[in-house]
């Protein structure tokens, strides 16, 4: 289990949005390493996961991968949620997610210079879901293990 400036450099990776919820994140995450290391490992091990998926895996393949990180922590998102507003908000970042995931295989049929321009506006979109999803993720860990903000 590292630092929490070594997860910002594994985030730089996972893209620039959920950089910036984890630099934001940053001192609640400084106390959860200090005070619950197992819910600082889950946080870590998932902004890893959205990281290595990000850089190992291109084309419709490496978003779907990255969409499979995320649906995890939604999956998690809806068991836990404690009232109809989070589970309405988890459902919605699902529904996002499928509609995401069912415009991929149009990038196959598509001209490369298109396919490359939509390519980039789905990675931008992810990358704005992970950081929001990731954020919520780390607020209902703490908020499972009744750690205070």
Known sequence: MGKVGTLIKVAVAAGPAVWEAVRRLGPTLTRLREENPEIYTLVSDQVTRLARTRRESHGPEGLRR????????????????DDDGERHRAQDWRRQLDKIEASLPLLTAMSRQAAAREARHVDERIDELSAVILSAYVDEQREDHQLEP
Not at 66 to 81: C, F, K
């Open 66 to 81: 990255r969409i499979g990180v995320m649906r995890d922590q939604v999956a998690y998102l809806l068991a836990s949620a």
